[in-house]
């Protein structure tokens, strides 16, 4: 259900479109070609006052369902509030997506104060090609324009946080690049500028937020290499970086419920959140 501004959070499963007039590089005004984000609010009492945006995955053709609700969710239950950003995908290409996400943070920030959340802890989760969707929202933002008339593009689209999980990173590596996400996003004849461009590894600086990656040794589909990347990117730029790489495993397993040890990265994330003032206090006691 869509929705007008409001002066408070909305219910939980309300979708609010990122810009109300014209959208920038839309070629039509369906669902599709009108990115939005939908709501998910911790139970009353939990809320922490720190909002994260959730990128599912997809190959830049798609959004995989298990990685956006469920993912909403888990959040909540450490006292998140979570918004899943329905970005534009294939047919659009870069830098549709990529505006997407800015915006995504940019709303949540600006409208932090009436909806009681902390303009100053606001985080991008992604999963795969969502994952290298987040991480160039980390390493690509924008600081705002204070002049403009839309109070949105105002504020700044740096997130205070970034989770990474299974990402796509590199479009340059050619043994590790995920090759239908790189063409979905910047079409067949890409240059190697483009390619280089959009290299998340390559766009890593000190301004880059600290970040939580999990990956798998056993991805075929995105391989591990994407994060040791970008590791590695924000050792060298300085940045607080957090990698658990689980033996063995697949791509694509969401919060990894059936997957053994897998299923523990939600945990690891949320110790991770409260330690950045992010969430509640989880179970698991740390001495």
Known sequence: MAMPVAAQL?????????????????TGTGPEDTPALTVYRPEPGTATGAAFIVLPGGGYRGRAAHEGEPIARWLNTVGVTAF???YRVAPYRHPAPATDAARAIQYVRAHAAEWQLDPARVGILGFSAGGHLASTAATQFVEGDTASADRVARVSSRPDLAILIYPVITFTDEPNVHKGSRTNLLGPDATPEQ???MSSERRVTSRTPPA??????????????????FVQAMRKAGVEVELHLYEGGRHGFGLGEKEGPIA????????????????????VAVK
Do not use: C, Q
């Open 10 to 26: 909305p219910a939980t499963g309300t979708e609010i479109p990122l810009w109300s007039g014209a959208v920038p590089y839309a």
């Open 84 to 86: 899943v950003a329905r």
């Open 195 to 197: 390619m280089a461009a």
């Open 212 to 229: 939580f990656l999990i990956h798998t040794t056993g991805d075929t589909g995105v391989p591990p290499e994407n994060s040791l990347l």
């Open 264 to 283: 523990t990265w939600p945990v690891l994330a949320g110790l991770w959140l409260h330690k950045h003032g992010f969430a509640r206090e989880t179970m």
